[in-house]
């Protein structure tokens, strides 16, 4: 099998595969290796077009490489996909290419941190509550939730992907691009307004006819913001919600 | 709960189980579409859409971030959902033992996803001189047991949350004794201290933020009282 160098632009059949790949990225998540199995696995397909194929130890060693130990965002990790991916089939040096792999590491996973974990996620999360606090229905918040995020997720996995294979090892330049660092502090206003749109909307919805104690759930929802807001980094609120609703559930029931 | 009941509901758990960290990260495991869809499944979408949006305002705290131990929202929600659905939305007690179940389920499930990836660390360590000559079946290999092995433990974990909980919900309703409206309010309340709580930590240090939470309280609120 003779090589076949790399286009400069991903093939569809190639990206549609690798894409495809990339929702299976964390299936094998360990603490040890962490991405690096589902890396090398989400690559394999380009892979197949070095020297030899399959078979060829250009291939057996690019893929041994991509999938030792690698930690990024798994959506990010898109970009990392396409530059090691282009690196591999142009046959740049071993100790650059692996220098580069261990580079992206940090960035990539605090750009998607910021950008998805503790933006866009919150941001959808808010609008579709929102959306429930006016009266939309079961079907209708499910809809909006699982559209509005996965436009943003899947767009993020496919420029990734694609300006990474664009530029190969040059792709840090990408990680400055406008949307990625003017998108965090905006997409947080835009979560800020919509929290503040959403929480009393959607508590009126699910209280319901326990409106009465209206006036001491205020105070109470103040109080539990201050003590958790005090713990912070000690005890998470989910867990002091789950100590709350015991003690509850057991003076409803002992009483 | 008729057993065959729980087939579908044990089989959405394992599928948004699934979503939560290996396949595909759709967040469809995020509870205002698990505990939507457990309703749905359980006969009751109403009260699968009013779990999923308070445990969801709990769930705004817990961010999926890599190596953190996060609880499992998946199966948790899924279970959720259907619970409130079968005690029914309206009596007295319902959601606060539902949304209880949740957190318990949800953080068993945490502890579940640890022990997965420790045995997937184990399993690759034990692949790792295929992995070093590049077998891509190896390679597969991994990928499709942390899948199939997921799979199984969020389905598992669904059913026995199922079969732990409907019953003792049964028990517990049949005992209580707090009024209705308070026990709403309690569980709506302590969803709400959490979510301020989440939106604070995660959007002070952004200039602007705060003026535009209020701006959007305030109408919102305004909205409330013109209802």
């Not at chain 1, 919805?205 to 539990?224: K, N």
């Amino acid at each position: 099998v003779t090589a076949q160098a790399a286009p400069s632009r991903l093939p569809v059949a190639l990206r549609m595969q690798i894409l495809a790949r990339m929702l299976l990225i964390q299936a094998s998540w360990n603490y040890e290796s962490m991405l690096g199995t589902g890396m090398g696995f989400c690559m394999e397909p380009a892979l197949r077009r070095l020297p030899g194929g399959t078979g060829g130890d250009a291939y057996r060693d690019a893929l041994a490489r991509q999938s030792g130990y690698f930690n990024a965002h798994p959506y990010m990790a898109a970009l990392a996909i396409g530059a090691l991916a282009r690196a591999e089939l142009d046959r740049e040096p071993t100790e650059r290419i692996e220098r580069f792999r261990g580079a992206l590491c940090g960035p990539l996973g605090s750009i998607g941190d910021r950008l998805v974990w503790a933006g866009w996620l919150p941001f959808c999360s808010l609008v579709s509550l929102a959306a429930f606090g006016v009266g939309l229905g079961a079907y209708g918040v499910v809809i909006l939730f699982l559209g509005l995020y996965n436009a943003g997720h899947i767009w993020l996995r496919v420029w990734g992907l694609n300006v990474g294979w664009e530029r190969g090892l040059g792709v840090a330049a990408a990680l400055g691009a406008p949307a990625l660092r003017f998108a965090p502090p905006w997409i947080a206003r835009a979560a800020a307004l919509a929290g503040g749109i959403a929480l009393p909307l959607s508590l009126d919805r699910v209280i319901g006819s326990g409106r009465v104690f209206l006036g001491g759930m205020l105070v109470a929802v103040t109080i539990g913001f201050v003590l958790i807001l005090q713990l912070h980094g000690r005890v998470e609120g989910w867990r002091l919600a789950m100590i709350a609703l015991a003690a509850f559930v057991l003076y409803s029931v002992a009483t | 709960v008729n057993p065959v009941d729980l087939l579908p509901l044990v089989l959405l758990g394992g599928i948004l189980g699934l979503d939560v960290v290996s396949f595909p990260q759709a967040m469809l495991s995020r509870p205002l579409v698990g505990a939507t869809l457990g309703g749905i499944v359980a006969g009751d979408p109403l009260s699968g859409l009013v779990m999923g949006a308070t445990l969801e305002l709990i769930a705004l705290e817990t961010l999926p971030v890599g190596a953190s131990r996060y609880p499992e929202w998946g199966s948790a929600s899924v279970a959720g959902g259907a619970l409130l659905a079968f005690s029914g939305d309206s009596m007295a007690g319902s959601m606060v033992i539902a949304v209880l179940a949740s957190l318990a389920i949800a953080w068993f499930g945490g502890w579940t996803m640890v022990t997965l990836r420790r045995l997937n660390g184990s399993l690759a360590r034990r692949s790792a001189d295929a992995l070093e000559r590049g077998s891509r079946s190896t390679l597969a290999r991994l990928q499709f047991t942390g899948l199939g092995v997921d799979f199984l433990r969020a389905a598992a974990l669904t059913l026995f949350a199922l079969i732990l909980f409907a019953p003792l919900q049964s028990i517990l309703l049949a005992l209580w004794e707090a009024d209705a409206r308070l026990s709403r309010a309690f569980v709506v309340g302590v969803a709400a201290a959490v979510a301020l709580a989440a939106g604070w930590k995660l959007f002070r240090g952004t200039p602007g933020a705060r003026w535009l939470f209020l701006g959007g309280l305030a109408a919102s609120l305004l909205m409330v009282g013109a209802r």
